[in-house]
């Protein structure tokens, strides 16, 4: 079956660029970004001279919002289907008045998406009852951005993970990247590949080597004056564990051994 074409409407960039990623990770349907637009303007541009299964339009924008538009669309003769995305939820009833397929907050979760897109594709009467064809394992990845591109990170690559103020650094062995993702939400995405070790921070299990008493991390100790940390490598840095986590740490160690 036809992957969705897919028209991405927001005026803030970062956000145009988490939806693009979390797309590229959809399937069943799969989905296609045609083009992306930060205003009702652009994206009537766009709707004129592409063809557009589905909008994934933002409701606060500059000028005309995205409820306005949403409402011309619907008075198109073939118009495509949409979907809201907003980081408010007091719209949910008026996205059914302009006919909306579906109706997102933010930050929007890729299962979340997915479902978003199985009734774009039974509003345009493309769903199937067949059972979809066993997919061959893909190497695991994480979207992340840098530099304004788009890169899909093997999670194999992965060190750790550290929540910081309203954003997540992820550490590679070669790079670090910062993703606008909340970590519980990276945390479950990554699965029995990591384990955490504090509560802002999730690290790989394939990269911890030791798990020693040692001098305070950030200033933190207990009344011995010492705190636990993990060794990760490759990098041989030492990440301070909390008491609750520390279990889980020693499990991890003992597994590896």
């Not at 062995?173 to 990276?186: E, G, N, P, T």
Request: proline share 5%.
């Amino acid at each position: 079956m036809d992957r969705l074409r897919v028209l991405i409407v927001d005026d803030e960039p970062l956000a145009r660029m988490r939806l693009r990623g979390l797309l590229a990770d959809c399937v069943h349907p799969g989905a296609t970004v045609v083009d992306e637009a930060g205003s009702a303007a652009e994206a009537l541009h766009a709707l004129a001279r592409l063809q557009v299964d589905a909008v994934l339009l933002d409701i606060h924008m500059p000028g005309m919002d995205g409820m306005a538009l949403a409402q011309r669309l619907r008075d198109q003769p073939v118009a495509p289907a949409v979907v809201l995305v907003t980081a408010h939820a007091e719209h949910a009833l008026q996205a059914f008045e302009v006919d909306a397929v579906d109706y997102l907050t933010k930050p929007v979760r890729r299962a979340r998406l997915q479902e978003a897109l199985v009734r774009v594709e039974q509003r345009l009467g493309r769903s199937s009852s067949v059972a979809p064809p066993v997919q061959t394992v893909d190497v695991p990845t994480l979207v992340v951005s840098d530099r304004g591109r788009v890169l899909r990170i093997p999670v194999s690559e992965v060190v750790y993970l550290r929540a910081e103020m309203k954003y997540v650094t992820l550490v590679t062995a070669r790079h670090r990247y910062v993703l606008d993702d909340a970590l519980s939400d990276l945390e479950q995405r990554l699965g029995e590949a990591v384990v955490r070790i504090h509560r802002s921070m999730v690290v790989a299990k394939s990269a911890v080597r030791a798990l020693e008493r040692r001098a305070p991390v950030n200033g933190e100790a207990d009344e011995g004056g010492e705190t636990w940390a993990v060794q990760v490598e490759p990098g041989g840095e030492w990440l301070q564990v909390s008491r609750r986590q520390l279990p889980q740490v020693r499990e991890v160690l003992a597994r590896a051994g």
